[in-house]
């Protein structure tokens, strides 16, 4: 609220002239039923219906006055000269360019079905995904120890996550997935990460919280639990077409943006001095 405040109060409104429209005085600030106005119709529908009452309106209107009051003493005080303050402002003043002169001309609408379409040809993998499963392990050197790990979690009741996560602090010799109760996360069918034996092993477990037999690997003998299944997606164009069209567009603002900066830096002497970067000195971070 306070940003859209300095818009109505910081100057005159357009209708301070009329005293019938003038709702209330601060000094040389002005506020009047236009400011109240413009405020009021700012906000989102659903927050303009709070306004339609007499008592409301005072209490904005009262906020408004507290506000320049608050202003006013910050001046006298010389924070207006405050560095913070004039950052503030600069923001403030691109923010409203960037609104004005980007994004109230790029909609996205404005992007064509057919470069939508496109993308999502040749952009396959962002729109699908094969079947995966995610699998816990217990990972031990010995295949008799493996044997004995594997009764020790088939006796568990298929929920106890937590039984099969003491069995994994117990015996695992995995030490990478032993900290994270075993889990290996999701993995599909093409992965490389993990041995093709212990992949086919883990998408042969039928069911949720099913154990496989001991899966032998160069790596030592495992004991999956399948915890997750998440099945094949393909999402059709006609589901993800908005979504790329905002994709778009962003990135034709931001390409627009670069190019309209690029361009200004033209008509404004600037200097860099890259050099002297070297005498940036970055405080460390605590406990460094």
Known sequence: MALSLVIACHKKGNDAGDSSQ????????????????????????????????????RQLLDHMVRFEVMAREAEKRGYHGDSG???????????????????????????????????????????????????????????????????????????????????????????????????????????????????????????????????????GFHVLRLTQRRPALSRPFADVKREIRTRLLQEKRAKRMDEWVAEMRKQIKVEVFEDRLKEVRVAPTVGS
């Open 85 to 219: 303050v004039a950052e503030l402002r600069k923001q403030h003043m691109i923010n409203r360019l960037v609104q004005r002169e980007f994004d109230a001309q790029l909609k996205v609408d404005d992007v064509p079905e057919a470069e939508a379409k496109r993308y999502y040809e040749e952009h396959p993998a962002e729109f699908s995904r094969d079947e995966e499963v995610r699998i816990s392990q217990i990972l031990v050197k010995d295949k008799g120890r493996a044997a004995k790990v594997e009764a020790e979690a088939r006796a568990l009741a298929p929920a106890d996550e937590r039984g099969f996560r003491d069995l994994v602090a117990k015996h695992s010799e995995d030490e990478s997935s032993k900290s994270r109760g075993g889990d290996l996360m999701f993995l599909d069918r093409r992965t490389l990460v993990h041995p093709k034996a212990l992949v086919e092993a883990a998408f042969a477990i039928e069911e949720v919280n099913g154990v496989s037999p001991v899966v032998e690997t160069e790596k």
């Open 22 to 57: 003038v709702l209330a005085k601060i000094d040389q600030r002005v506020i009047t039923v236009g400011d109240l106005e413009r405020h009021i119709q700012k906000q989102p529908p659903f927050a303009r219906a709070r306004y339609s009452s007499p008592e409301s309106k």
